[in-house]
């Protein structure tokens, strides 16, 4: 079993932004920067021996959201998804290339079966407990939700003691930090209160999921991913806990 911010778990849902594929400011696969992190997956899968399922994002590449207006939704967001599992084929090859075990194995939403399984919560099960790293793309399968829905759902149906949540700030904030010099970071945050003051931890979908399951989220900069992992206490931990400032 694992700890972090005095939490305990066995299996963990990471959910990876598109951009952990990519230096800043950067669009596109950049395979140095997605070897960096399957190393970092790998090393910490050995050091604290938790069943890992992942979740991909694939903003690196495109978001359905960013389509112009004209374009048809759901269409875009199905292009989304295909991004994904782009991402999640770059993601399982490196993986499988640095680990002579060869323990990744991509699962897709949408059916695809030339280049991935197709999703099935008690294969993916099986899978996990044979300790293989369970790498799942394609979102939800359906338009209008987002990868974070898909982290949260995936993490119920697999039984996932936490969702671990790379993103591009270094935890919850009162406010928005990059406007008020003045705002403060949680180190735990309770769901009612994320709520009521409508603090951006995940959509609404994906944390209506969360706090119906009872799954603590813990969000954390992308980069600081091996770190959180290794122990440290970073990032703000989203559960049924009273509040906490850093």
Not at 142 to 168: G, M, Q, V, W, Y
Not at 196 to 203: F, W
Request: net charge neutral.
């Amino acid at each position: 079993m694992y700890m972090t911010h005095d939490f305990t778990f066995k299996r963990v849902m990471i959910k990876l932004t598109g951009e952990s594929f990519n230096q800043a400011n950067e669009k596109g696969l950049n395979f140095d920067v997605v070897d960096a992190v399957s190393r970092g997956l790998l090393e910490m899968r050995e050091r604290t021996g938790y069943e890992m399922a992942i979740v991909v994002g694939g903003g690196n590449l495109y978001r359905g959201r960013e389509a112009n207006t004209q374009v048809d939704k759901a269409t875009a967001d199905y292009i989304g998804m295909l991004a994904t599992i782009m991402n999640g084929l770059a993601l399982e090859e490196s993986i499988n290339r640095l680990d002579k075990k060869r323990t990744a194995i991509l699962m897709t939403a949408i059916q695809m079966n030339a280049v991935a399984e197709t999703f099935y919560r008690k294969t993916a099960l099986a899978r996990l407990e044979k300790n293989r790293i369970v790498i799942l793309a394609g979102g939800t399968s359906s338009p209008f939700f987002t990868t974070d829905s898909a982290a949260a759902l995936r993490a119920a149906e697999l039984n996932c003691n936490i969702i671990l949540k790379c993103s591009t700030t270094d935890g919850v904030y009162t406010s928005d930090p990059d406007q008020n010099s003045e705002a403060q970071k949680y180190k735990y945050l309770n769901y009612q209160t994320a709520l009521e003051k409508h603090l951006k931890v995940m959509d609404s979908n994906a944390f209506a999921i969360c706090q119906n399951e009872k799954i603590p989220i813990l969000v954390f900069k992308a980069e600081d991913l091996g770190r959180v992992l290794g122990g440290e206490k970073l990032g703000t931990m989203v559960a049924d806990v009273p509040d906490e400032m850093f």
